[in-house]
T-cell receptor, first 111, second 112 residues
Framework: GQQVMQIPQYQHVQEGEDFTTYCNSSTTLSNIQWYKQRPGGHPVFLIQLVKSGEVKKQKRLTFQFGEAKKNSSLHITATQTTDVGTYFC???????????FGKGTKLTVNP | DGGITQSPKYLFRKEGQNVTLSCEQNLNHDAMYWYRQDPGQGLRLIYYSQIVNDFQKGDIAEGYSVSREKKESFPLTVTSAQKNPTAFYLCASVRRGSYEQYFGPGTRLTVT
């Protein structure tokens, strides 16, 4: 079935450094979503990408969808301690309403 | 305020007991989902429901049961048949025409 590989599994940065997490699929995706889960919290929707090559920005966060719609990335510029958490990508399973989540990238930020 | 509530936040049970986790939403969303999250893992789908009185199994439905008698409510029962029930359980809902999932705060279930 549909799977997505998310890398890296963990990332530790100094405050102010940049951070990127990647999500890869072996099949073409119809869309991709990104969620953030703070420690002890629940996932919160960040964004959905639909178009090939799409780039969207939310303040210091930049989301990209690959030209072939098989990969995506989330980049955070100049991380802050408030960015701490686990970032998940999620994709629709082909022909269904079900989401498949990547295993997430856990980001820790050293102040 | 619209949202999803799950109760309780923490739940402790003895092995062999069934336990029901509550999920209520007042967002008027049609679809509701139950996920399980284990440490260092993504979310795995247990059951989902697109409409009242209908639900489908997800990837790990064995040992779980659900009901959807009302649009607002989608309770999950963890039965004694579930071999490793200790986990963080998340409920989510989705508005018709969207794929964005709204999550509740979750219930941490510990079975000893």
């Amino acid at each position: 079935g549909q799977q997505v590989m998310q890398i890296p599994q963990y990332q530790h940065v100094q405050e102010g450094e940049d951070f990127t997490t990647y999500c890869n699929s072996s099949t073409t995706l119809s869309n991709i979503q990104w969620y953030k889960q703070r420690p002890g919290g629940h996932p919160v929707f960040l964004i959905q990408l639909v178009k090939s090559g799409e780039v969207k920005k939310q303040k210091r966060l930049t989301f990209q969808f690959g030209e072939a719609k098989k990969n995506s990335s989330l980049h955070i510029t100049a991380t802050q301690t408030t960015d701490v958490g686990t970032y998940f990508c999620a994709v629709l399973r082909g022909g269904s309403e079900k989401l498949v989540f990547g295993k997430g990238t856990k980001l820790t930020v050293n102040p | 305020d619209g949202g999803i509530t799950q109760s309780p936040k923490y739940l402790f049970r003895k092995e062999g007991q069934n336990v029901t986790l509550s999920c209520e939403q007042n967002l008027n969303h049609d679809a509701m989902y139950w996920y399980r999250q284990d440490p260092g893992q993504g979310l795995r789908l247990i059951y989902y429901s697109q409409i009242v009185n209908d639900f489908q199994k997800g990837d790990i439905a064995e040992g779980y049961s659900v009901s959807r008698e009302k649009k607002e409510s989608f309770p999950l029962t963890v039965t004694s048949a579930q071999k490793n029930p200790t986990a963080f359980y998340l409920c989510a809902s989705v508005r018709r025409g969207s794929y964005e999932q709204y999550f509740g705060p979750g219930t941490r279930l510990t079975v000893t």
